[in-house]
Every structure is written in C-alpha cells, then in structure tokens.
C-alpha cells in the first residue's frame, strides 16, 4: 500500500515539475518519500524540483542521498551534472559526467548532460562529440541540435550553427531559444533582414524576453542602415580636386563659359540624384525587402523602439 501510494506521489509530482509547479512538486516528492524511503526516482524528482526552484545545495544533497541507494541510476547522475556545472565545481562536473557516460553509453540524454559540462569547461571539441553522438542515439531530441548549435556558435562557426539551429527548430518550432540562437548565428553572417525575422519569431514566442527584442532591434536598424551618399560625395570631390590638375582640365578652360555652366549643372543634378538613391532610394528598398519577408516588422519595429526595457 505504501508503494502505491508513493507511485501515485511520484506521477504527480513529475506532472507538476513538467509545468513548472515546483513547490508543490516538492511536496509531492518529500511526501512520496515518507512512504517509500528506498525509492531512488523519489529522491531524483525532488532534487529536480529543488533545482527548479534554484536551491542548489539542496538539489546536491538529494541526489547523493539517491545515489547512495542506487549508485548507477543514470536521472540522478544526470541531475548531478547539472547541479555542479551550475555550481560552477567543473572538477566535480566533469567526473560525475564521465561517470554518466561509462554507464549509460546509449542514452542520448547523458550525451547531452556530458557535452554540456564539456561546453562550459572549454572543452569544445569533446561536447561536439557528445552532441553528435546524442544525435546518432535520437535523431528526433532537438535539444541536441540546439546544444550543437550553441557549440559551432561560440567557436566562430555561424553557418553550421545555423543549420543545427534549423533542424531544432523543425522539430519543436516554437522554442524561443532556438529561435534567437538562430537569429545570432544568422546576424554573425551579416544576414541581417533573416536574423531579425528570426529575433521577432522569438519575441512572438516569448514576449518577454528583453535579450530578443534587443537583437531584433539592433537586427533592423542595421539592416535599414544604408550609408553611401556621404562617401559618394567625398570620392566626387576628390575626383575633381585630382582632375583639375590634369591636362585635361585645359580643354574645359576652351569651352564657352555658358556651356561650361550647363555641364556643370548637369554634373551637379547627377551627383545629387546619385546622393539621394544612396541615402534614401536604397533604405526605400530595403524597407520594402523587409516588408516582403515579413508585413509586419516595421510595426514591431516602432513598438521595440517605444520599449524602455528594450537597449
């Protein structure tokens, strides 16, 4: 009866860690153990709820007193990694991983424990290996094409972060972290209209993640920012200053002074037709390129901008 009644404990409060309930899966859990002290998955929810809540040391401490009831239970290590990397103990991480991967090689989710704690430790090429290997084992875990993401991203590898970013995305299409990785990876190859679609998606999913709106902000200005006209002007200028002193400029001295006028004029109309297609002609069009790709960026545009939250 006892076990029973701490299964039903159990399911409930893993239904409230899945929703974020994590006081009440504390409960739960803590509940669950009273009736069935020797049940290590007991001892695994709690410390997830703990973790959820961010008390760390409490997390640690339910883990191991798990794992000293079932050394080689692959959640609680799994756990573990997690609370130490968090901690910042990296020795401690990095041996509780390696741990993790001696006893559960197959399972796709201690790849990703591991290469997580790979990551933050600096050891990339290790987490790669362990983010591919997670892939192989569940080609269908998007969280693994993310963290090969995050990978490629901070070692200067946007292009191949993007296409990991993608199959993320293919797979749970509204993760509004993906999306803004994606955003990141695609704004780092100077594709500045497709990372703000992408900034915006993310902000769509989550309204209020300040970190997106800043890069979708930033994204479109950018991309709206055309410069040019100044420069064109500069470089005319020069061109005259230079061609004034060759023996060309004699035969203009030849020339009636009413045509000289007239050229110049023309010369001048040019010049500035050529200034105003650089300044305005050319942010028209992108405008307009932007609107293609998504009608209403401009409107969220202005709405970024009013944000005072939003750097």
């Known amino acids: ?3 029973q009644r701490a299964g039903e404990l159990f399911e409930k409060a893993e239904a409230a860690n899945d929703v ?3 006081e009440t899966a504390q409960s739960l859990a803590a509940q669950g153990i009273a ?5 290590a998955e007991l001892y695994a929810s709690l410390a997830r709820a ?3 809540l961010n008390q760390l040391p409490q997390a640690e401490t339910h883990c191991r007193e798990g794992l000293r009831l079932d050394p080689d239970n692959a959640w609680l290590l799994r756990i573990l990694v997690l609370v130490t990397r968090l901690r910042e103990d990296f020795t401690e991480s990095t041996s509780v991983a390696k741990r993790l991967l001696q006893l559960a090689p197959h399972d796709s989710l201690s790849h990703i424990a591991a290469g997580r704690t790979f990551l933050q430790c600096g050891n990339t090429p290790e987490a790669v290996q362990r983010f591919q290997e997670a892939i192989r084992l569940d080609p269908m875990n998007d969280d693994a094409f993310s963290s090969l993401g995050i990978c490629y991203l901070e070692s200067g590898q946007p292009k191949m972060a993007e296409q990991q970013f993608r199959q993320a995305l293919s797979l749970n299409p509204n993760n509004a972290k993906d999306l803004n990785n994606l955003g ?3 704004q780092r190859q100077g594709k500045q209209k ?11 999913v989550d309204p209020t993640c300040a970190v997106s709106k800043s890069n979708a902000k930033a ?3 950018a991309y709206l920012s055309v410069g040019g006209g100044l420069l064109l002007l500069y470089l005319f200028a020069k ?3 230079v061609a004034g002193k060759t023996p060309a400029a004699k035969l203009i001295e030849d020339i009636p002074l009413k045509q000289q006028k007239m050229i110049a004029a023309t010369i001048g109309i040019g010049v500035l037709l050529l200034f105003g297609f650089f300044t305005y002609g050319r942010r028209w069009l992108r405008k307009r390129d932007l609107l293609g790709a998504d009608p209403q960026i401009l409107e969220f545009y202005k709405t970024v901008c009013k944000d005072k939250d939003v750097k």
């Not at 009736?35 to 049940?39: L, R, V």
């Not at 497709?194 to 769509?204: G, Y």
Request: proline content about 3%.
């Open 1 to 3: 009866m006892d076990l």
């Open 20 to 22: 974020g309930r994590y």
């Open 35 to 39: 009736f069935a002290p020797e049940a």
């Open 50 to 52: 703990c973790l959820g």
């Open 184 to 186: 990141v990876s695609l």
């Open 194 to 204: 497709d990372a703000a679609v992408a900034f915006k998606a993310a902000v769509i």
């Open 219 to 221: 994204s479109i200005a």
């Open 239 to 241: 061109l005259m200053f």
